[in-house]
């Protein structure tokens, strides 16, 4: 499976980011550019969301769903990379 760290996704510029919170936590705070997708929607339906040819990024509150939906969705061919430790790792490093 593929993930990244949050210092290095700070690095990359420009990238597609999915937040896979519930759509309350995500209007709490979420990472600057992330789109909101929540977890089920997403797991039931990539089709609808998702361009099999285009890479995503993609975390949780912790990045133990995100780690889960990741290898579920990259085994049926889509490229998505884990933030290691999710949005709780990326405000500390802010």
Same mark, same amino acid.
């Given at each position: @499976? *593929?993930?990244?760290?949050? $210092? %290095?996704?700070?690095?990359?510029?420009?990238?597609?980011? /999915?937040? &896979?919170?519930?759509?309350?936590? +995500?209007?709490? $705070?979420?990472?600057?550019?992330?789109?909101?997708?929540?977890?089920?929607? #997403?797991? !039931? *339906?990539? %089709? =609808? +969301?998702?361009? /099999?040819? =285009?890479? !995503? !990024?993609? +975390?949780?509150?912790?990045? &133990? =769903?995100? @780690?889960?939906?990741?290898?579920?969705?990259?085994? =049926?061919? !889509? $490229? #998505? /990379? $884990? /933030?290691?430790?999710? +949005?709780?790792?990326?405000?500390?490093?802010?």
């Amino acid at each position: @499976m *593929n993930s990244i760290t949050v $210092n %290095d996704l700070r690095k990359l510029g420009s990238v597609n980011i /999915i937040d &896979i919170r519930s759509e309350e936590k +995500y209007n709490d $705070n979420h990472i600057l550019n992330a789109c909101n997708i929540p977890f089920n929607k #997403l797991i !039931y *339906n990539p %089709d =609808k +969301y998702l361009d /099999i040819n =285009k890479a !995503y !990024y993609v +975390y949780c509150q912790k990045g &133990i =769903k995100s @780690m889960q939906l990741c290898n579920i969705l990259n085994s =049926k061919g !889509y $490229n #998505l /990379i $884990n /933030i290691i430790g999710g +949005y709780e790792a990326w405000i500390l490093t802010e």
